[in-house]
C-alpha cells in the first residue's frame, strides 16, 4: 500500500471516528451558539437598568390599591402604569412599531387583601413573530409592578419596591427595548403585572385571558426579586430558578399517572428550567455567573405570579437572587436600632440585574428563534424489550434541522446523553426505558434547540 494511500485511510477512519462521536455526544456538550444572540446580550445597559428603577421608586408608592388615590396625587400605581406603557411604546417607536402596547384592566372583586373592589391593570408589550406558524408560539417575561410596605393595605405611606419588584419590572422593559432591535420567528410578549402582593390577582388575570382565547404560551419567563440584595452573604455569581415538578392542574388521573411512572420530576416548567440551565451554560451572562435550578415551585410556602401560569396549565419558572435580604423587602422605609428598613435602590446591585436580564435575553431569544418542540412524543411499548423505541410527530413549525433523543439516569437533575437522529421522527436506542427518563428536541440549522418534551406510553 502507497504512503498516500495509508494516509487516505487514515482520514477516513478519524472522520468516521468523529462522526460517530458526534452522534452520540453528552447533552450539556454546548450547541452552536448565536452571534446575534451574543450581541444581544452585550446590549443591556446596567446605567438604564438604575435609571428606570429609580424612576419606579419615584411614584412613592405603586401599591394595587392605589388606584384610588384622587387624580392629582403625587403618585401611586396608575401612574406608574402610564409610565411603563410610555417607557414600551417609546421602544416601539424605535422599531417601526414592532410592538403592540396594551392593558389589560379587569375589575378586581372584594377578596382578601382587597377590602373594596378596584380596578387592576396589567401593561404588556406584543412583538408578533415574523413567521405565520411560528408567530402562534409566545413566549412571555414577566414581573409585577406594584409595590408594598409593612402594611398590607397601606397604600398612601410610600412603598419604594425597588428589588420586589422593581427589579422584575426594569428586567422585562430591558429585554424589550433589547429584543424589539430584532426580529424572531415566535412571539414573545414582555408582561408587567399588578395585584401581586396582594394574592397574584394581576397574573391570575392574564393567564386566564390567554387559556380563554387558546394562546399557545410555550414559556413564562417569572422575574421577582432579582435585585441581587446586597447585603452579605449574597452570591452575586448565582440566579435561582423555581419550577414545579408535579403540575398544578393536573387531575386526579394524571397525577396517578405520574405517580406509576415515575414522571414527577418532568413537568413541562422543569423541563424549561433545564432549558434555561442549559442556556445559562452556553452563553455567558457574567464572569462564573450562572443560573441554579431548585427543583420546588417556588420559595417555602411563599408564591409568585408563575403560580397563576402553571394553574392554567403554561409552563412557567420563577427568577430571584440567591439571598434574600427581609430587611429590605415589604418594609415601611425607617431605622430602628441602627437597623435601615426598607426595599430602596441604593440596595439593588444593577450589575447583577443586567446580569439576570442577559441571561434572560438569551433564553427568549433562543426560544423565539428555535423551533417548536416536536409533538405527541411517545415511548412505544408494545413488547417487553430492553431497547427503547420512541416515535413523534414532526414539529408544527418545521425549521428542523435535526431531532435528538435525550437521556438521563433517574437520579441525575440534568439531560446527560443525547443521539442526533436528523430528520427521522423515530428512533429506536439500546437503552432500557427502565433505567432512564428520556425525552426529545428539535434543532435548527443554527443550534437553536426547542424545549424537551417527554414521552408518553403507547402500547
Ligand atoms: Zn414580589
Known sequence: MSASKIVAGIAVWMITAVTLVAQQQHANVPHKSDARIVAAMQKVSAERLRKNDEKLVSFGTRHTLSVQLPADAAGGITKAAAWIKEELEGYSKACGGCLEVKTQTELQEKANRIPEPIQLTNVYAVQRGTDPESAKRIIVISGHYDSRNSETNDYSKPAPGANDDGSGTITVLETARVLSQYKFPATIVYLTVAGEEQGLYGSKQFAKMAKANGWNIDAVLNNDIVGGDKSPGQDATKVRVFSEGVPSNATPEQVRKIRGLGEENDSASRELARYVNEIGGQYSAGPRFRPVMVFRPDRYLRGGDHLSFNEEGFAAVRFTEWQENFNHQHQTPRTENGIEYGDLPKFVDFGYVARVAKLEV???????????????????????????????????TGQVAYYEVVWRSTTEPTWTQSKRVGTETTAKLPVSKDNVVFGVRAVDAKGHRSIVVTPVPER
Not at 374 to 380: E, F, I, Q
Request: glycine content about 2%; overall charge neutral.
Open 362 to 396: 438569551a433564553v427568549l431569544a433562543s426560544l423565539a428563534s428555535g423551533p417548536a418542540a416536536p409533538a405527541r412524543p411517545r415511548l412505544l411499548t408494545k413488547s417487553l424489550e430492553n431497547d427503547s423505541q420512541l416515535a413523534w410527530d414532526a414539529s408544527p
